[in-house]
């Protein structure tokens, strides 16, 4: 397992843990799920249902692979050792990142436009140099918009534990100046 796919997991779990307890919680991927939302009212009504059913398959997967005790908690050990093995892990990534790359994309072109990229990803809460970083590393086409398909494997290349080198890491560096 990569340095660069656990500094990623960390980042990830920090930043789903909306309530800063340690633990990962059902209400905790309602409320970023509710933030991403938010960040693309514009964005019809089925691809906010294909983005809210994408975050709850990402917590019944955990919940389901991990919660031994039944307490509806996931610590940071325990999300580590399922979302970087892919034979438990990769379905519900690949649910996570299509609905919610496609729910950018608001036009129905196959492309998110950068303020919306960068309302998605501020919603996650992610810092804004290292989304502007992500979004250029897309190569960005002359209306500056990326291509779904690009930020969805992207996506799922974050929760790779053998990838490093890679765009995603981009998001877990240090806070860009």
């Known amino acids: 397992m990569r340095t660069e796919a656990v500094n990623r ?4 779990f920090t930043l789903f843990d909306a309530d800063g307890n340690g633990f990962l919680e059902s209400d905790d991927f309602d409320l970023m799920s509710g933030r991403v ?7 019809g009504e089925d691809r906010q249902q294909a983005m809210r059913a994408g975050f709850t398959r990402y917590w019944t997967t955990l919940l389901g692979e991990l919660d031994a005790n039944r307490d509806g908690r996931i610590s940071y050990e325990e999300y580590q050792a399922c979302v970087l093995n892919p034979e438990r892990f990769d ?5 996570f990142a299509a609905g919610f790359a496609r729910l950018g994309d608001l036009d129905g072109s196959g492309t998110v436009t950068r303020p919306v990229f960068i309302g998605m990803m501020r919603g996650v809460g992610f810092d804004l140099a290292n989304i502007h970083a992500l979004f250029d590393a897309f190569e960005p086409d002359a209306a500056d918009r990326v291509r779904v398909d690009i930020w969805e494997a992207e996506i799922k290349n974050y929760y790779a534990p053998g990838k490093g080198g890679i765009p995603a890491d981009l998001l ?3 806070p860009l100046t």
């Open 37 to 43: 939302a938010a960040a693309v009212p514009e964005a």
């Open 172 to 174: 877990a560096a240090p």
């Open 9 to 12: 997991v960390k980042l990830v």
């Open 91 to 95: 379905g519900a990534v690949d649910a």
